[in-house]
Antibody, heavy 122, light 110 residues
Framework: QVQLQESGPGLVKPSQTLSLTCTVS??????????WSWIRQHPGKGLEWIGY???????YYNPSLKSRVTISVDTSKNQFSLKLSSVTAADTAVYYC??????????????WGQGTLVTVSS | QSVLTQPPSASGTPGQRVTISCSGS????????VNWYQQLPGTAPKLLIY???QRPSGVPDRFSGSKSGTSASLAISGLQSEDEADYYC???????????FGGGTKLTVL
């Protein structure tokens, strides 16, 4: 079955860019039909959708983060990536990658990666 | 940004039936489907219910979902100790033009 694994630095300095990669195994991003997503969870808090990308490169971002977010895909490596610029302590969170299905009227995320904690601190 | 409202906590004893509510608005639950996720302590969320009342393969039929108007509910029957987790509702929001999550409900099995 499809599995996702996040990777990237666990510590980022304020004002710098957070960069994470999600590696997909057990299935191909380029086969289509799914959207590849980033979601974060602030410590002890709820979940926040960051955005997703289709294999073609079409992207969809949360308006509250749109000015700072870039999601890209590398189908040759079966990976997709997140870049979040100008980070502050408020961006400290566990970042999850997930696969999304988006039929008319809604979407859902399944499966999820295990998550990676990113701390923004000098 | 719109909000899906869940009670912060819920509890029950083994074997009991518990329900968790999720209240939204016409721009999310009122016009789109609802999904539920279970997050066991220290783990990633897992899809529990999708499209209001559908269970993914492997999810016990003790878990059920329903939706009425701008509200939705997750019911867990025959409560077990391993059901102790955080539960999140989610729905597409037409104003956000993206998915919105509830604040989560921490379920304690007494």
């Amino acid at each position: 079955q499809v599995q996702l694994q996040e990777s990237g630095p666990g510590l980022v300095k304020p004002s710098q860019t957070l960069s994470l990669t999600c590696t997909v195994s057990g299935g191909s991003i380029s086969s289509g039909g799914y959207y590849w997503s980033w979601i974060r969870q602030h410590p002890g808090k709820g979940l926040e959708w960051i955005g997703y990308i289709y294999y073609s490169g079409s992207t969809y971002y949360n308006p509250s983060l749109k000015s700072r977010v870039t999601i890209s895909v590398d189908t040759s490596k079966n990976q997709f990536s997140l870049k979040l610029s100008s980070v502050t302590a408020a961006d400290t969170a566990v970042y999850y990658c997930a696969r999304a299905e988006r039929p008319p009227g809604g979407d859902w995320f399944d499966p999820w990666g295990q998550g990676t904690l990113v701390t923004v601190s000098s | 940004q719109s909000v899906l409202t869940q009670p912060p906590s819920a509890s029950g004893t083994p074997g009991q039936r518990v329900t968790i509510s999720c209240s939204g608005s016409s721009s999310n639950i009122g016009s789109n489907t609802v999904n539920w996720y279970q997050q066991l302590p220290g783990t990633a969320p897992k899809l529990l219910i999708y499209s209001n009342n559908q269970r993914p393969s492997g999810v016990p039929d003790r878990f059920s979902g329903s939706k009425s108007g701008t509200s939705a509910s997750l019911a867990i029957s025959g409560l077990q100790s391993e059901d102790e987790a955080d539960y999140y509702c989610a729905a597409w929001d037409d104003s956000l033009n993206g998915p919105l999550f509830g604040g989560g409900t921490k379920l304690t099995v007494l």
